[in-house]
């Protein structure tokens, strides 16, 4: 299920497997351009285990985002649906845009208890909370439910400065979607993998499309009320 792109995407590492006291924040940064090799598919893990050694994963099997569409690029919500339809349909999460809000901050996702939404919005490094060499940013929101450390919420952010240009080249919306679709990912629960040829590598790869790794090891994040069989 993979599909190459002329253009290199981004990867970048972040920190996997920490353990922390809830309720606390994750962030996985998606940066500029690295260095692809080898074809092999590794092991692909959760990004965060809590301390009983069990992968973090989502209390419920939804995922509500919440879009602040200013200073979007043209196209942005499409294909940030059409992201969040590939996920679903790889995972079986139910992932939608339930509103757009142009008066909600990140800090938002912070909301209801057990159920706030992933709030997306889009900036320039200094207006929003990404740096120069980053394309998106997820950050997860954790806290304990029934004193198990669950998701509940998080932050999808996306650099305009450097993600917008991806647009203009022969294939622009494909590049922007393998953006999208590795912090997706890494908001269902997935951290980084070692293989050049995972979409969750974290080093560019020129991947732009959901790999087999992740349907693979779908048990390591999704809960088992949730996966759909492959």
Known sequence: MMQRIVTILAGAAAAVGVMVAAPTLTGHPFSL???????????????????????????????????NP?????????????????????????????????TLTPAASYGVKNSGPVIVSFGVPGQVNVADHTYALYTGRVGAVNGTVVYWAGMLTINTATWAPLGAGS????????????????????GHSTSPASLMYPQANGISGITDDVTANLSEVVPSQCRRPH
């Open 70 to 102: 200013d200073g979007a690029p043209a196209g942005a919500l499409s294909l940030i649906r059409e992201a969040a339809r590939e996920v679903s349909a790889a995972t079986g999460m139910t992932i939608r845009i339930t509103d757009t809000d142009s």
């Open 33 to 67: 351009p690295g260095h692809t090799a080898d074809t092999d598919l590794a092991p692909l893990h959760a990004s965060r285990f809590n301390s009983d050694g069990h992968p973090t994963q989502w209390a419920t099997c939804r995922i509500s985002m919440v879009v």
């Open 171 to 190: 294939d622009g919306r494909g590049q922007q979607l393998g953006t999208v679709l590795h912090e997706m990912l890494h908001m269902v629960g997935f």
